[in-house]
């Protein structure tokens, strides 16, 4: 499989590993982007938590009169 992120001469320094160590570094590769996805995941909960509260004080302070 291609990825558009990896330099055609690391896919051929991969090629030319065991297959055991190929299969390490595909699992690590798929390791490290979960963890970014996790990481930066627009829907972690302390950032969702302080979108809706942001979003109540704008609206409380809209029919508050801007107080």
Not at 3 to 22: F, I, N
Not at 30 to 54: C, G, V
């Amino acid at each position: 499989m291609w990825h558009k992120h990896r330099s055609p001469a690391a896919v051929v320094r991969e090629w030319r590993l065991p297959a055991p160590e190929r299969r390490a570094a595909r699992e690590e590769r798929r390791a490290e982007a979960q963890m970014r996805r996790e990481r930066e995941s627009q829907w972690t909960t302390e950032r969702r938590a302080a979108a809706l509260e942001a979003e109540s004080r704008r609206h409380s302070n809209y029919w508050a009169g801007g107080d």
